[in-house]
C-alpha cells in the first residue's frame, strides 16, 4: 500500500521508521501544539507503536512521507479513528527542515482523494490547535470547514471536517 504524490512516496509507517519518527519529534518546533514540546525517545516508541497498531487494528493508518529525491524519511501524515475518538481524522507533522515546499498539502491532498475514493469515507475531520496557523492554512486549501471548536486541557480546538463531494 503506497501512495506516489509526485515528489512524495506514502508508504505505512512501521518499526524500521522508529530512528527518523524519533528525530522528527524531538523538535519541539514540530510538537508545539500536537503535545505541549518535544517527545523523549520513549514516548516516541509508544508513539509509532500506537501508529503500527493502527494498521492492524482498522486496515489503515499513518503513512511515513518519504522524499523521492532524497529517499529521506521527512515526516508522517495519514489516519487515526481510534475507540472513543471523533471519528475518522487525517493528521499531518514534518520534519522543520521539510517545511515551506508544499510537501503537507500535496501528501494531504493525496490522503483526502484516498480517503474518499479507495476507503469509501465520507466525511474527514481535521483537529487543529487554535494558535497552529500552518495547519489551519493545510486544512483550508484542502477544503475544509470549521465545524465547532472544543476546549481540551486549557487549550483551544478547532475541529475542521472535509465532506466527501457529490455523493451523499
Ligand atoms: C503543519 C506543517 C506540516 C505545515 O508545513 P508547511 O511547510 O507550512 O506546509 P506545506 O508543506 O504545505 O508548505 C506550504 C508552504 O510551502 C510553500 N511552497 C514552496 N514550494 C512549494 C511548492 N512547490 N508547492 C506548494 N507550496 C510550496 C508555500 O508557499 C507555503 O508557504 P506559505 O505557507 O508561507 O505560503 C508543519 O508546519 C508542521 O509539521 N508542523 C508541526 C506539526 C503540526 O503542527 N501538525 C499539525 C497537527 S494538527
Known amino acids: 500500500m503506497e501512495i506516489d504524490t509526485g515528489r512524495l512516496r506514502l508508504r505505512p509507517i512501521t518499526a524500521d521508521d522508529f530512528e527518523a519518527h524519533a528525530r522528527i519529534t524531538s523538535d519541539p518546533e514540530v510538537m508545539r501544539y500536537i503535545h505541549d514540546g518535544a517527545l523523549s525517545r520513549a514516548q516516541a516508541w509508544w508513539n509509532i507503536a500506537r501508529y503500527v497498531g493502527h494498521w492492524h487494528l482498522r486496515g489503515y493508518g499513518i503513512f511515513a512521507a518519504v522524499e523521492q529525491s532524497s529517499g529521506d524519511v521527512i515526516g508522517h501524515m495519514g489516519f487515526l479513528n481510534p475507540e472513543g475518538g471523533r471519528g475518522f481524522e487525517l493528521g499531518w507533522a514534518l520534519a522543520r527542515s521539510a ?57 483551544r480546538l478547532l475541529i475542521y471536517g472535509i465532506v466527501r463531494p457529490g455523493r451523499s
Do not use: P
Not at 482523494?113 to 486544512?139: G, K, P, T, W
Open 99 to 155: 517545511w515551506g515546499k508544499g510537501y503537507a498539502l500535496e501528501g494531504t491532498r493525496a490522503l483526502v482523494a484516498h480517503a474518499f475514493d479507495e476507503l469509501d469515507q465520507r466525511h474527514i475531520a481535521c483537529v487543529i490547535h487554535a494558535d497552529n496557523v500552518r495547519s489551519i492554512r493545510i486544512a483550508e486549501r484542502l477544503g475544509a470547514a470549521l465545524e465547532r471548536e472544543e476546549a481540551e486541557g486549557g487549550k
